[in-house]
């Protein structure tokens, strides 16, 4: 009887160790967050007081397997409670507005206005956006959400929940700023390894910003 | 009525004109040949727009030449989620690392398959090239199962105008290369003949 207690300690023991080896391994300097709950409350309440952000962005898309990394530069816009404009300025242009349940994309070839509503994808992607820069993501039903902080940041790391997003995203870890709660990068893990990483600066909260910005 | 059905039967007739009627069989010009087949492909970024049965997809393009000559071409759309990877390997096998289910399907990675060896020059790679002209061109051609890849130069050697897919009468495919020429295209622009699909590349510089 002791040594099968013995045994189903140490199976625990290593257990435990491993999950917690793995959580390290995998985040670095990050611990989880105990009360998830109050986490929540809060990162919703902070993100409430955002009535909009204006900001400069720097995307790193990595392809793993064939060491090929592609940066590229833009503004963001966001204006609540669902407008949004993504403006990609080098190395190439493309604009990228959301207005409620429409869209608008423009490159230099053609423009193009899509009604979200009309594709599944394009409103789970639009959904997303949204939820993250409004701090409702936590409340998503298309993700399973864990939560981890080390002493500025908090690191959300949302795996999907629906075949569809899966086809897409392994994870996306959002990185969110302890002192205002805005999302300080977003990366989007694919499940070939790939990944892609937008990192925010120079952002300015709660600055005016003409409606024309998300006309469409 | 009379009318009518002469109208419809020169539309028929006209329709069954062969693309590639009045092709003069010559003997190959090796040194031209050599020095003009696109049988090289620099690796680079494109931005690609494609437009298909009047939808339209852009996106990012890479073409990359692997240290094994094999070739990688992956399309990701603008905010970098991965739409397909396919791999050309030396030994002309395909491999399809990763696509969307909803460019999965066997008819549309075939169709891309073609597309890109031909942008690649693949079929200009191995077998025998035969020579045709036909007005101030001259066809450079490399027979397969049912097609003919061509890379088409004007009579002087001097320049590559185009590349083409051919069955034994109909174009089906061409790629137009306006700008600077292989081993780094500037732009190439690919059109099927068959059905209502263009591919439009533009090289671009990454930061």
Same mark, same amino acid.
């Given at each position: 009887?002791?040594?099968?207690?013995?045994?189903?300690?140490?199976?625990?023991?290593?257990?435990?160790?491993?999950?917690?080896?793995?959580?390290?391994?995998?985040?670095?300097?990050?611990?989880?967050?105990?009360?998830?709950?109050?986490?929540?409350?809060?990162?919703?309440?902070?993100?409430?007081?955002?009535?909009?952000?204006?900001?400069?962005?720097?995307?790193?898309?990595?392809?793993?397997?064939?060491?090929?990394?592609?940066?590229?530069?833009?503004?963001?816009?966001?204006?609540?409670?669902?407008?949004?404009?993504?403006?990609?300025?080098?190395?190439?242009?493309?604009?990228? $507005?959301?207005?409620?349940?429409?869209?608008? $994309?423009?490159?230099?070839?053609?423009?193009?206005?899509?009604?979200?509503?009309?594709?599944?994808?394009?409103?789970?992607?639009?959904?997303?956006?949204?939820?993250?820069?409004?701090?409702?993501?936590?409340?998503?039903?298309?993700?399973?959400?864990?939560?981890?902080?080390?002493?500025?940041?908090?690191?959300?790391?949302?795996?999907?929940?629906?075949?569809?997003?899966?086809?897409?995203?392994?994870?996306?870890?959002?990185?969110?700023?302890?002192?205002?709660?805005?999302?300080?990068?977003?990366?989007?893990?694919?499940?070939?390894?790939?990944?892609?990483?937008?990192?925010?600066?120079?952002?300015?909260?709660?600055?005016?910003?003409?409606?024309?910005?998300?006309?469409? | 009525?009379?009318?009518?059905?002469?109208?419809?039967?020169?539309?028929?007739?006209?329709?069954?004109?062969?693309?590639?009627?009045?092709?003069?069989?010559?003997?190959?010009?090796?040194?031209?040949?050599?020095?003009?087949?696109?049988?090289?492909?620099?690796?680079?970024?494109?931005?690609?727009?494609?437009?298909?049965?009047?939808?339209?997809?852009?996106?990012?393009?890479?073409?990359?030449?692997?240290?094994?000559?094999?070739?990688?071409?992956?399309?990701?759309?603008?905010?970098?989620?991965?739409?397909?990877?396919?791999?050309?390997?030396?030994?002309?096998?395909?491999?399809?690392?990763?696509?969307?289910?909803?460019?999965?399907?066997?008819?549309?990675?075939?169709?891309?398959?073609?597309?890109?060896?031909?942008?690649?020059?693949?079929?200009?790679?191995?077998?025998?090239?035969?020579?045709?002209?036909?007005?101030?061109?001259?066809?450079?051609?490399?027979?397969?199962?049912?097609?003919?890849?061509?890379?088409?130069?004007?009579?002087?050697?001097?320049?590559?105008?185009?590349?083409?897919?051919?069955?034994?009468?109909?174009?089906?495919?061409?790629?137009?290369?306006?700008?600077?020429?292989?081993?780094?295209?500037?732009?190439?622009?690919?059109?099927?003949?068959?059905?209502?699909?263009?591919?439009?590349?533009?090289?671009?510089?990454?930061?």
């Amino acid at each position: 009887m002791a040594d099968k207690l013995k045994l189903i300690c140490g199976v625990f023991f290593v257990l435990t160790t491993m999950l917690s080896v793995t959580a390290k391994a995998q985040y670095a300097g990050y611990k989880s967050v105990t009360d998830l709950a109050a986490f929540k409350k809060q990162f919703a309440t902070e993100s409430s007081k955002v009535s909009s952000i204006t900001s400069n962005f720097t995307q790193e898309k990595t392809l793993t397997a064939l060491t090929e990394t592609i940066t590229s530069t833009g503004k963001f816009w966001f204006l609540r409670s669902n407008r949004v404009r993504i403006e990609y300025v080098k190395p190439f242009s493309y604009l990228m $507005v959301m207005n409620g349940d429409k869209m608008l $994309v423009k490159n230099d070839q053609k423009e193009n206005r899509i009604n979200v509503k009309s594709n599944k994808l394009f409103q789970q992607v639009n959904r997303i956006m949204i939820d993250c820069v409004q701090g409702t993501i936590l409340d998503s039903k298309d993700f399973t959400t864990k939560v981890f902080e080390n002493d500025k940041l908090y690191l959300l790391e949302m795996t999907p929940v629906s075949k569809s997003l899966k086809e897409f995203f392994q994870t996306i870890v959002l990185l969110v700023e302890k002192k205002d709660y805005a999302v300080k990068s977003i990366e989007m893990n694919e499940p070939s390894g790939d990944k892609t990483t937008i990192s925010f600066s120079d952002k300015k909260l709660n600055a005016p910003i003409p409606d024309a910005m998300f006309a469409l | 009525m009379r009318c009518l059905l002469f109208s419809a039967c020169c539309l028929l007739l006209m329709r069954c004109a062969s693309d590639y009627k009045g092709l003069q069989a010559t003997t190959p010009d090796a040194a031209c040949a050599a020095k003009i087949a696109p049988t090289q492909f620099n690796t680079g970024w494109y931005n690609a727009n494609v437009d298909v049965y009047g939808r339209h997809i852009s996106g990012l393009l890479l073409i990359k030449n692997m240290p094994d000559s094999s070739f990688r071409v992956v399309f990701t759309n603008e905010a970098g989620v991965t739409f397909f990877d396919f791999g050309f390997l030396a030994n002309g096998e395909f491999k399809v690392h990763n696509a969307i289910h909803q460019l999965n399907k066997k008819a549309v990675i075939q169709t891309l398959r073609k597309d890109f060896e031909l942008i690649l020059g693949l079929p200009f790679r191995k077998g025998t090239v035969q020579r045709w002209t036909k007005d101030d061109e001259v066809f450079y051609g490399v027979v397969q199962k049912k097609e003919t890849a061509y890379f088409i130069t004007s009579k002087d050697c001097a320049s590559l105008r185009r590349l083409e897919w051919g069955a034994a009468r109909k174009r089906k495919v061409t790629v137009l290369l306006p700008g600077s020429p292989y081993p780094s295209p500037e732009v190439l622009e690919l059109k099927h003949h068959t059905f209502n699909m263009q591919i439009k590349l533009a090289r671009f510089t990454k930061e």
